[in-house]
């Protein structure tokens, strides 16, 4: 059963609902919060970027700097330094574009997305700096570059050897994502506590670099106005990332984090939901904070409602 979390008010009226479940971690790991279905897994989509990206260190890829590094993590809007970060990545190991098996996009940035002169490419699609690093691990460890979406694949099945340790969820059935990937189900529960292990593991082991790769470089990962870039921006030492259909996972240094899943997938439920649970962490609520947390509702380009977490929920 999922809870009515977010609501839509137009001139005064309850125009949208959105539900959901959502768990919040004290720093001890136990649950402060839960709502809805926490114990039960989901596809968290985008959200296992940076678990994902941890199988890639331990198996010997090794960036340039630490952007190159938070492409791996991206949903990017592919603008023009996402795509030079990917291209870049892609040069390095002997890869063209032709390579990435993710499907051609455009960019999801607007701007970018007038430039590209609707010309569908796979650099563009978000997913593509986790696919060429995924390349990249390949070469390094002279497994094959031709199906590396595969399950059997020995690059999948060391993500999914990965998910599993840093989640602690049990094998189950795999889903495929957007861009072609298998996808592992893990419950709310385990991914705040993934991200809680990759905010307070030991500087220099993958999980803290990868944690520090995405709160260094929150536009990276993302884009222009986008909810990671947003949040983190108002919330030194966050680490963030949103997936598809309405997944959010985080945490604070401290080690206190989140995750939830809104029923319906809408994005527009996000940063409202993100910034009430902030608070109930404790974070130090700002001006920024206040504004994120309640974007408005337009009538005729004029403010006549508000998208907000519902009062005394979360």
């Not at 968290?44 to 700097?65: C, H, V, W, Y």
């Not at 990917?86 to 970018?112: H, I, N, S, T, W």
């Not at 861009?179 to 030991?202: D, Q, W, Y």
């Not at 380009?301 to 005394?312: E, F, L, Q, S, T």
Request: contains cysteine; hydrophobic residues 40%; proline residues 8%.
């Amino acid at each position: 059963m999922t809870v009515e979390l977010v609501e839509v008010v137009r001139s005064g009226f309850r125009e949208c609902v959105h539900s959901g479940s959502v768990v919040i971690l004290g720093a001890d790991g136990d649950p402060t919060l839960g709502l809805g279905e926490v114990h039960v897994p989901i596809f968290p989509r985008s959200t296992n970027k940076p678990m994902q990206a941890i199988t890639l260190l331990r198996n010997g890829f090794e960036p340039l700097d630490d952007a190159e590094l938070a492409i791996t993590t991206a949903s990017h809007y592919g603008e023009p330094d996402h795509i030079a970060l990917v291209e870049r990545l892609l040069d390095r190991f002997g890869f063209d574009e032709k390579a990435l098996e993710c499907p051609p996009d455009l960019p999801q940035d607007e701007r970018a997305r007038a430039d590209a002169l609707h010309e569908p490419r796979r650099v563009y699609m978000n997913c593509s700096g986790k696919h060429a690093a995924m390349l990249a691990t390949c070469a390094v460890n002279g497994w094959p570059t031709e199906g590396y979406l595969d399950q059997a694949h020995p690059l999948q099945q060391a993500v999914i050897a990965t998910i599993t340790d840093l989640t602690g969820e049990p094998e189950t059935d795999l889903g495929i994502d957007g861009c072609g990937l298998p996808i592992i189900p893990v419950s709310l529960v385990n991914l705040a506590r993934a991200f809680a292990a990759m905010a307070t593991a030991a500087p220099g082991s993958p999980q803290r670099r990868v944690a520090d790769a995405i709160r260094g470089n929150p536009r990276v990962i993302s884009g222009t106005n986008a909810p990671d870039l947003l949040t983190m921006q108002a919330t030194p030492g966050l680490v963030c990332k949103i997936g598809a259909d309405g997944v959010h996972a985080g945490a604070l240094p401290d080690g206190t984090a989140f995750a939830y899943k809104i029923a319906d997938g809408h994005d527009r439920a996000r940063i409202p939901l993100t910034l009430a649970i902030l608070h109930r962490m404790g974070i130090e609520w700002t001006t920024a904070h206040a504004e994120l947390a309640a974007p408005p509702v337009l009538g005729g380009g004029a403010r006549v409602g508000v998208i907000r977490a519902i009062p005394g929920v979360v």
